[in-house]
């Protein structure tokens, strides 16, 4: 059993930034970021996979940076140039097998709990 722990969420000014971090239990694939918005579908955000090939959603392209540091078991998403639009909670998930860096939330067998970021003109 993996076990994710989202933190670094927090409310900031339009055009602000913030830093999330995801600290995974055990060794993982592919992790991914994933968020969801009050009466939304929960939709990805970014992935990396063990080898460092990342992938992100267009609307955060060029604003967001995904990384991971294995001696920390940490992953961390970069989030500048934050738009009111980019409020949700913010969810990191694993999965359990060879897939890359994917976006397909199906795929993804372990959750956080999820951290809230709110963005405000």
């Known amino acids: 059993q993996v076990t994710l722990v989202e933190s670094g969420g927090g409310s900031v000014q339009s055009g602000g930034s913030l830093r999330l971090f995801c600290v995974v239990s055990?060794?993982?694939?592919?992790v991914g970021w994933f968020r969801q918005a009050p009466g939304k579908e929960r939709e990805g955000v970014a992935a990396?996979?063990?080898?460092?090939?990342?992938y992100y959603a267009v609307s955060v392209k060029g604003r967001f940076t995904i990384s991971r540091d294995g001696a920390k078991n940490t992953v961390y998403l970069q989030m500048s140039s934050l738009k009111p639009e980019d409020t949700a909670m913010y969810y990191c998930?694993?999965?359990?097998?060879?897939?890359?860096?994917?976006?397909?939330?199906?795929?993804?067998?372990?959750w956080g709990q999820g951290t809230q970021v709110t963005v405000s003109l």
């Open positions: 998930a694993a999965t359990d097998q060879l897939y890359g860096a994917t976006l397909i939330r199906s795929l993804y067998k372990f």
């Open positions: 055990a060794y993982t694939y592919s």
């Open positions: 990396i996979d063990r080898i460092g090939n990342t």
